[in-house]
């Protein structure tokens, strides 16, 4: 019997990564494979820009996994990030005549109307509720309450459409169909911060490759998401201007490499190698890091709202393959004046490596698997199919069409992403509800219209006859006036 295990892929910077697992009765996770797949020609800030080249990724990382298991992949968990991805801030209001209690379908009724809003270039990914005002009055869960005007106050994750379709576009011709989307940002952080943390307000900071991204809770809500396109890679390069190979600055910046330097401690006549016939000044070479690191840490606390800044608590939370960066704490603490910083270097699931398969022997606990990893513990599926045989006559299962996996219609978990076919489907409900409720409405009018032309033939014959008296009356009165 073929065994059974969850699939995640994450599309980043610079590689693909895919991931196996298995969920255990206790809360832990078993590891079973792990590959990764070069992605630089064809997935820039962690966006498809060549989606035949990203087809090929998906096709081969999906192969090493098989491959790894001999069991063939159904289904994957996917993850959306990346440059341009943001938040935006938006009201919806319903006025009702008279005070009404607030049903379900008048919540709905401001999340239809809220995932109506058009945005130019932009698609809606996520809507997440952040409370509702009920005449005066906030409330998380407002169905039962009396009023007179309901406001619903949401936080729209938007993506550019283009991007949103191209990856569409490639798990649809890399016949891999989509068990979930997940936004990646939310995924990670649901595996990184804690309970506390996402209640007492929180600034999660992912320091990637090529992007950062910004997370602010606030009360177990997320209140801000933004993706900056600076990462540290950008280190590198700026190390690079310094006439040295990319793979030689990177080194440099592994080794040396440090967030912040007290001026006490730099030698200015100390020089760093770059190669056995090349050096560089110490000095110099501490302004080029500390100088692009202060310039994301000032991006990334500058993302953070206004109302919430002097609510996080919870304090900073640093994860990612930027977060190894030594004495990353104290810079980010020099500029935002935070005493509570914490580095993620793992997810808060327990983890077990036991005969781990692919292209890497142990998991890496440095943080730059946390996106996957979190990815993976939101998945519920069993993504094997049939075992793998070497029989030389056996022929390949075709997998199932890329469809999106399985649609509910009511409001989904908070970060989860519609696949365009999800995203039809939820539409076009939404336009049958709509049109319902239009038909509704109209019918109500015709019957209220109906209902006041009955009345008014009712009491056409009594104001006739009240109209012929006073007519009557009148000429009695003007008789008796003139005699």
């Known amino acids: 019997m073929a065994q059974e295990f969850t699939v995640a892929i994450e599309l980043g910077s610079s590689k693909m990564t895919g991931v196996a697992g298995r969920k255990n009765l206790d809360g832990s996770i078993t590891i079973l494979a792990v590959v990764k797949e070069d992605a630089s020609q064809c997935i820039r800030k962690g966006i498809v820009y060549n989606i035949d080249k990203t087809v090929q990724c998906l096709q081969n990382v999906v192969k090493k996994l098989e491959n790894a298991l001999q069991t063939k992949i159904t289904k994957v968990y996917v993850?959306?990030?990346?440059?341009?991805?943001?938040?935006?801030?938006?009201?919806?209001?319903?006025?009702?005549?008279?005070?009404?209690?607030?049903?379900?379908?008048?919540?709905?009724?401001?999340?239809?109307?809220?995932?109506?809003?058009?945005?130019?270039?932009?698609?809606?990914?996520?809507?997440?509720?952040?409370?509702?005002?009920?005449?005066?009055?906030?409330?998380?869960?407002?169905?039962?309450?009396?009023?007179?005007?309901?406001?619903?106050?949401?936080?729209?994750?938007?993506?550019?459409?283009?991007?949103?379709?191209?990856?569409?576009?490639?798990?649809?011709?890399?016949?891999?169909?989509?068990?979930?989307?997940?936004?990646?940002?939310?995924?990670?952080?649901?595996?990184?911060?804690?309970?506390?943390?996402?209640?007492?307000?929180?600034?999660?900071?992912?320091?990637?490759?090529?992007?950062?991204?910004?997370?602010?809770?606030?009360?177990?809500?997320?209140r801000h998401l933004a993706v900056i396109p600076l990462g540290s890679n950008n280190i590198t390069k700026d190390i690079s201007s310094l006439q040295m190979e990319d793979s030689e600055a990177e080194a440099m910046k592994l080794k040396y490499g440090s967030a912040f330097t007290d001026n006490a401690d730099i030698d200015n006549n100390l020089q760093l190698a770059i190669n056995s016939e090349r050096t560089v000044e110490s000095r110099k070479f501490i302004d080029i890091v500390e100088g692009r690191m202060q310039e994301i840490i000032e991006n990334v606390w500058f993302q953070v709202p206004n109302e919430y800044a002097d609510k996080l608590l919870g304090g900073i939370v640093l994860t990612g393959g930027g977060s190894n960066m030594k004495n990353i704490e104290r810079a980010f603490r020099n500029h935002t004046r935070m005493e509570k910083i914490r580095i993620a270097k793992t997810v808060s699931q327990p983890l077990s490596t036991n005969n781990l398969k692919g292209d890497i022997a142990t998991l890496p606990?440095?943080?730059?698997?946390?996106?996957?990893?979190?990815?993976?513990?939101?998945?519920?599926?069993?993504?094997?199919?049939?075992?793998?045989r070497n029989d030389l006559f056996a022929t390949d299962e075709q997998r199932p069409s890329a469809t999106g996996g399985n649609f509910n219609a009511q409001p989904q978990r908070t970060g989860v992403v519609q696949t365009e076919a999800e995203k039809q489907k939820a539409e076009e409900e939404a336009r049958l509800r709509r049109e319902e409720e239009e038909e509704r409405q109209r019918q109500e009018a015709e019957e209220e219209a109906r209902r006041l032309e009955e009345e008014r033939r009712q009491n056409a014959p009594a104001k006739k006859f009240m109209r012929t008296m006073r007519k009557f009356f009148d000429a009695l009165t003007g008789d008796e006036n003139d005699d």
């Open 79 to 222: 993850g959306v990030g990346g440059q341009s991805i943001r938040s935006v801030r938006n009201v919806t209001i319903k006025d009702m005549e008279t005070p009404t209690i607030v049903t379900q379908d008048m919540i709905n009724e401001l999340m239809d109307s809220n995932r109506s809003m058009s945005y130019p270039e932009q698609e809606i990914l996520d809507a997440i509720t952040q409370e509702y005002k009920v005449d005066q009055q906030f409330q998380l869960d407002p169905v039962g309450i009396e009023c007179s005007r309901l406001e619903g106050n949401f936080l729209n994750i938007l993506w550019r459409k283009a991007f949103y379709r191209n990856l569409n576009k490639c798990f649809a011709n890399a016949n891999l169909p989509i068990a979930e989307m997940f936004l990646a940002p939310l995924a990670l952080a649901d595996s990184v911060l804690t309970e506390s943390e996402r209640r007492a307000g929180s600034l999660l900071v992912d320091l990637g490759a090529d992007t950062t991204t910004v997370c602010v809770y606030y009360k177990n809500i997320l």
């Open 365 to 388: 606990d440095d943080g730059t698997m946390n996106t996957v990893l979190g990815l993976l513990a939101k998945g519920d599926l069993n993504c094997a199919g049939e075992e793998i």
